[in-house]
Every structure is written in structure tokens, then in C-alpha cells.
């Protein structure tokens, strides 16, 4: 599995727990434990964005910098050069560029 496929399952992976934690605050919003998780676990979560969209490109639009995106050149028309990155790489559910 690359490193690009390996990081993409994690961010699922975090965005459910995230999700999931979201939840159960909705309905249990005093719970100190599940706010500690859900705090460290949307955490991890912005920080994987974060690394994704340097490394290879960005998945939210949160994440999208000229500056910083992509500065691997991976799967891009444009290395080296200051553009949107949005469409450099495969997207995440074409099944050759996610883990589908």
C-alpha cells in the first residue's frame, strides 16, 4: 500500500471516529472523556489534512494553498510553479487513486 493510500485510510479512519464522537456529544455534551477524544482525534484529523495537501494535494478546500500544496510535485502539471491545486493528483474515490 503507498504512502498516499496508507494516509487517505487513516484520514477515513479518523474522520469516523471524529464523526462518530460528534455525535454522541450532541446528545452527551457534558461527557469530559468523549470531548478529550473528540478534541484529539479532530486534531489528528486537521493535521493529516494538513500533510496530505503538502505531500500530494489537498481534499478540502480548507486545505488549499498555493504556497505550500503539493511541494512533492506528485502527479502534477505544474512542479515547481505556484498554482491551485486542487486537481493535481487522482481524486480519492477514482478507484486507482483511493483505497476503493
Known amino acids: 500500500m503507498s504512502d498516499r493510500k496508507a494516509m487517505l485510510k487513516e484520514l477515513q ?6 464523526d462518530d464522537l460528534n455525535l454522541y456529544l450532541d ?3 457534558l461527557d ?19 500533510q496530505f495537501a503538502r505531500e500530494f494535494e489537498p481534499l478540502t478546500r480548507d486545505c488549499v494553498c ?3 500544496n503539493n511541494q512533492s510535485g506528485f502527479c502534477t502539471d505544474y512542479p ?9 493528483g487522482t481524486l480519492p474515490w477514482d478507484r486507482e487513486g483511493g483505497v476503493l
Open 13 to 18: 479512519e479518523i474522520s469516523f471516529t471524529a
Open 27 to 29: 446528545t452527551h455534551p
Open 32 to 50: 469530559m472523556p468523549a470531548l478529550e477524544a473528540f478534541m484529539q482525534a479532530n486534531t489528528r484529523r486537521k493535521n493529516l489534512l494538513e
Open 66 to 68: 498555493p504556497d505550500t
Open 80 to 88: 515547481g510553479q505556484k498554482h491551485f491545486t486542487w486537481n493535481d
